[in-house]
């Protein structure tokens, strides 16, 4: 992945798959991308918000939850280094709809007004 810096890591909270670790380049593009294609419907993405500031982006994003009609928000806080991605830190917002999908049991309950 010609993107990112060889120093890279990618974190994401212990409550989704895959989360809870360091992953490195490698796990990253073996282990993470191929399971968040099954996870996330990527026709149904779109920025909410995006800030950047020297070398750190934040993006907050809307994206589909695969097979379903219901999407979830993820802020991603990306530091860039000589042009290429050194990290990236993942939460999620309000994830029980995609913990859901995923058939993954989970505490998380909605909140009725």
């Known amino acids: 992945m010609p ?11 212990s409550y989704v798959p895959l989360g ?3 992953h490195t380049a490698e796990s990253f593009r073996d282990e993470v991308m191929p399971h968040l294609a099954k996870m996330l419907d990527f026709t149904h993405f779109k920025y909410e918000r995006l800030v950047a500031e020297g070398d750190q982006v934040v ?4 994206i589909g939850i695969a097979d379903t009609d219901d999407s979830v928000l993820i802020s991603e806080h990306w530091t860039v280094r000589d042009g290429k991605a050194l990290s990236l830190l993942v939460l999620f917002f309000e994830p ?5 999908s995923i058939h993954l049991a989970h505490g998380l309950k909605t909140f009725a007004y």
Do not use: C, M, N, W
């Open 59 to 62: 993006a907050l994003v809307s």
């Open 96 to 100: 029980q709809k995609l913990l859901d």
């Open 20 to 22: 809870g670790r360091r």
């Open 3 to 13: 993107y990112l810096h060889p120093d890279f890591f990618a974190i994401a909270p």
